[in-house]
């Protein structure tokens, strides 16, 4: 069983930055795919990035490549999420999800708003 808590989120303004870690409880992190997604109001939920369990391959939504980073630090059991150059439309609650042979685990999430 893995928990997973989300944090870092908040309000900041255009053009603004801000840094979303996940943190998981329990054995085997290092095991599995990280995935940051969010959900807007009155939206689905969208993949917003991905890093494999080792740490050598990534992946963004089209809309966020070059403004967001994801990376990993398994001693801490966190994946973070390096959101740059924020606009409006990257308003979501966002989620972190943790995926392996041994089952999906969902975050409660944390809530970006992008607003002058």
């Known amino acids: 069983q893995v928990q997973l808590v989300e944090s870092g989120g908040g309000l900041v303004q255009p053009g603004g930055s801000l840094r979303l870690s996940c943190t998981a409880s329990?054995?085997?992190?290092?095991?599995?795919?990280m995935t940051w997604y969010r959900q807007a109001p009155a939206q689905g939920r969208e993949l917003v990035a991905v890093i494999s369990n080792d740490g050598t391959s990534t992946d963004y939504a089209d809309s966020v490549k070059g403004r967001f980073t994801i990376s990993r630090n398994d001693a801490m059991n966190t994946v973070y999420l390096q959101m740059n150059s924020l606009k409006p439309e990257d308003t979501a609650r966002y989620y972190c999800?943790?995926?392996?042979?041994?089952?999906?685990?969902w975050g409660q999430g944390t809530q970006v708003t992008v607003s002058s």
């Open positions: 999800n943790a995926a392996s042979r041994n089952g999906i685990y």
């Open positions: 329990g054995s085997a992190f290092s095991s599995y795919a």
